[in-house]
């Protein structure tokens, strides 16, 4: 089982970073990041019929096309989704590689109302793409802040953590194939 991280805020301290370390660590799947930060501008010439990628976009697409699952984090930024995770969902709306991937969507906000606007645009955004998004494990966690631990950079607050777990044991089993 591979699952795909990208993380939709470059901060070091990510509270989003948090959510997806201690989500991580209670799976024993084989996990690898997107460098979202290495992705140019979306540019639609770039992205033609017959274009080359630039060698990032083809990386995140292989990486894409080589996970069984997809696990999203991201903070919202002025009711929207970060620009930086946007880009990378435009560079994949052409080549598909998302169509049919189990894909899960976890914001985190400080907000006591969470992130809600990021979160719902996410959710479209996968929808209008195919994307098997998993509602089971899809979760938008508000006033995230004291529920993390900066020092270790990892979430600390039980009901989150099993929340969490609830939350990645539902991405797993829908992308492990039914036994025939
Ligand atoms: C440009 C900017 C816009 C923001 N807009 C929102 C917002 O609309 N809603 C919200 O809940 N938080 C907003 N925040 C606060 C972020 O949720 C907060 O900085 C959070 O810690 C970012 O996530 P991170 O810790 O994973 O980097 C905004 C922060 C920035 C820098």
């Not at 948090?18 to 799976?27: G, K």
Request: glycine share 4%; with cysteine; proline share 9%.
């Amino acid at each position: 089982m591979k699952i795909l991280t990208l993380n939709g805020s470059l901060r070091a301290r990510s509270s989003n970073g948090a959510v997806l370390r201690s989500a991580l660590a209670l799976t024993d799947a084989t996990t690898a990041a997107a460098d979202l930060a290495a992705l140019p501008h979306f540019h639609p010439d770039q992205d033609a019929e017959g274009a080359t990628p630039p060698a990032p976009v083809a990386a995140l697409r292989h990486a894409v096309a080589d996970a069984d699952a997809v696990l999203i984090v991201s903070p919202e930024y002025a009711h929207g989704v970060p620009g930086v995770l946007k880009n990378a969902l435009d560079w994949l709306v052409s080549s598909a590689d998302l169509l049919d991937k189990p894909t899960a969507v976890l914001t985190a906000s400080p907000s006591p109302t969470g992130a809600a606007y990021a979160h719902a645009q996410l959710r479209e955004t996968l929808r209008m793409m195919s994307a098997a998004v998993i509602p089971a494990a899809c979760r938008d966690l508000p006033a995230i802040a004291p529920k993390t631990d900066p020092a270790t950079g990892t979430v600390t607050d039980p009901a989150t953590l099993q929340d969490l777990r609830t939350a990645l044991a539902a991405l797993t089993a829908a992308a492990t194939p039914t036994p025939s």
